[in-house]
DNA sequence: TTGTATGCGTTATCAG
DNA sequence: CTGATAACGCATACAA
């Protein structure tokens, strides 16, 4: 027995001397089929071990049961909470996902859309490199009504769902908390205001500014790449600042982490001289001493959301229409990062 | 124009007035077409928007050009990692990837594998769920010659590369170093027995500690599933025995991480009184104060190589014969959390 | 409820 | 160097 040989409908229907067109109907569970028959060619199917072959159904119905996605990098924790979550319902749906990082490159973001593309892609789900601005490269996808959402990174986009959270507000409370603290001069690092998500926080952080009545200085806003030698750049800058600042809202915990740390190697005390809050609620936040004060930011389950809405949207069952933004709730974690007042 | 309609070899060949089958030879750049024929299908082919159908050609060719990839989880710092490894040699070479998660269950592994085999993935690689000890799931691919590709969490299997590093000498490296100074009642905390990795990382303590003639005891292990809750039960569990350790060997730098933060929350002073030792060099280990020694394990390249072996088998250009071991760098890296004589 | 026939877009085998 | 043609395995319109 030649157990090489894939097996085919043709095998089966051979076999039960019936037609392929009731084999591959049995096998979609069409409800034309009689149960019998439909059990009979169940049987034999699991018996000669058959699988179907995707690519010959793919073929005929234009569809790949295959999500794209593409994300500036993968190893972050909160990137790859977020694909845990899509992994997981992607999978229980019956969808693949190919993953592609543009590293932050609009250049490799536009190869990668290429490919997938290509790959057609049933559906993409996309968080912005950092110096994206035109949205060319997604056009094919638009074009061809391949359902698009983007997630985190975002972009308001006609016929694009968006899976985020509220920045601002998340910002405005990170804010509001410092100042409830009796902080007044509040450092903001952040990375350049290309993306939503770093221009909300800073528009959240300037309103919580405004509604205190404290004035807005451009010169507390520090911009960087939001990476560990930024924070730690920034605690080099922080440390010359006249008067001393006496709280830092970092976009990013660990932009925020390095900062703390080079502040501390510094002598600087922390809470005492300077309170912390940052963005993200990454591991690192509670073991950093004292732990950091954070936002929670619900990576696994926006990674869930953003799957399952584009499937319904796939399936033709989704009752949000395409061009609406889905919010996610975040939340304040307060730790000892920025409890207490200014003791010096 | 209908911009909507899929150009295909058809198209191009119709309005050349070419055959078919050479549009599909120039295409592929096969030699056998003349250079200026094969100018003219691909300036035609640009213009009109042509893109190949990969899976007309998949079907035709039975090969898919993707990676099935099976990891206990992704949403660790060191598999993120891995996979970004991967993802980029993949893409480089023209390969998809299709990641699941076995989420540590042989069940979902199993299920995982036999999707995979479904939509026929040219080859697999794998990182072995916790518990995992029949791989009889893997048998399809064997039987039809799919290769297959360990890394991290291996198992010898004919037929099968394994990717890994020497995980007996870095533990043996790691608690050598403990044991040079000064540390004699060293405890280990690691997972049961059941995956390479663990097994290897106890051999080489144990080895270690007969080398300088001290005595294991098994009573110094301490077996968990090194979550950060593992850790902190460590941290109760050590803090009672008596007489008190003066040095912990962690399988992996979370659960040593947390465990530092369990005992120094009970007053415990590191490395004064306990020295510690991680495993992995994950990002925290530089967080936590003291800042924690470790083993430096290359995730980043684990991907890069073990996507770049199995890539290398599907071409058939592997000079690395099928059964073989490949084992990747790695390196003890001391820092405050183990450095110095006990004081207690 | 079942069967027939066709096409999905390629690649590969021949024959020129 | 090029062309005609036959698969690849499945889903479906149409017929029975």
Redesign the interface.
């Known amino acids: 027995m030649d157990?090489?040989k894939e097996v085919t409908i043709y095998d089966l229907a051979r076999k039960l001397n019936i037609s392929i067109a009731t084999v591959s109907r049995a096998l979609k569970d069409d409800p034309v089929v009689s149960k019998k028959t439909k059990k009979k060619i169940a049987d034999l199917a699991l018996e000669m071990g058959y699988?179907?072959?995707?690519?010959?159904r793919?073929?005929r119905t234009q569809r790949?049961n295959t999500i794209g996605v593409i994300i500036p990098?993968?190893?972050?924790?909160f990137?790859?909470?977020v694909?845990?979550g899509m992994?997981?319902v992607a999978?229980s749906e019956g969808y693949?996902?190919?993953?592609?990082?543009s590293s932050e490159s609009v250049e490799k973001e536009t190869a990668?859309a290429v490919?997938l593309?290509?790959?057609?892609v049933d559906g993409l789900l996309v968080s912005l490199a950092y110096d994206t601005d035109s949205l060319t490269h997604f056009e094919p996808f638009i074009?061809?009504k391949i359902p698009l959402t983007f997630f985190d990174r975002t972009v308001d986009q006609k016929d694009s769902t968006c899976i985020q959270i509220n920045n601002l507000k998340a910002a405005y409370e990170a804010t509001t908390h410092l100042i409830s603290q009796g902080r007044r001069r509040i450092v903001h690092i952040t990375a350049p205001p290309k993306r939503n998500v770093y221009v909300d926080r800073l528009q959240g952080y300037k309103q919580a500014l405004a509604d205190q009545r404290i004035a807005f200085r451009q010169d507390y806003v520090i911009v960087g790449n939001l990476s560990q030698e930024a924070g730690a750049d920034a605690a080099a800058h922080i440390r010359q600042m006249k008067p001393f600042p006496d709280a830092v809202f970092a976009a990013n915990d660990?932009c925020a982490?390095a900062c703390m740390?080079a502040l501390k190697q510094m002598g600087v005390r922390i809470p005492e001289e300077i309170a912390f809050v940052g963005f993200n609620n990454d591991?690192?936040s509670t073991?950093?001493?004292p732990n950091l004060t954070t936002i929670n930011y619900p990576g696994?389950e926006m990674g869930q959301v953003a799957a399952r809405n584009l499937i319904d949207r796939l399936g033709g069952t989704s009752g949000i229409r395409p061009t609406n933004t889905i919010i996610l709730r975040s939340e304040l974690i307060i730790r000892e990062s920025s409890i207490g007042q200014k003791t010096v």
Do not use: G, W
Not at 117 to 120: C, P, T
């Open positions: 157990s090489d699988r179907s072959n995707n690519f010959a793919n073929l790949t990098r993968i190893n972050s924790y990137m790859s909470a694909i845990a992994e997981n999978t693949n996902l190919i993953i592609s990082q990668n490919t593309f290509n790959n057609r074009k061809k660990n982490v740390l591991p690192v073991v950093v001493e696994y």
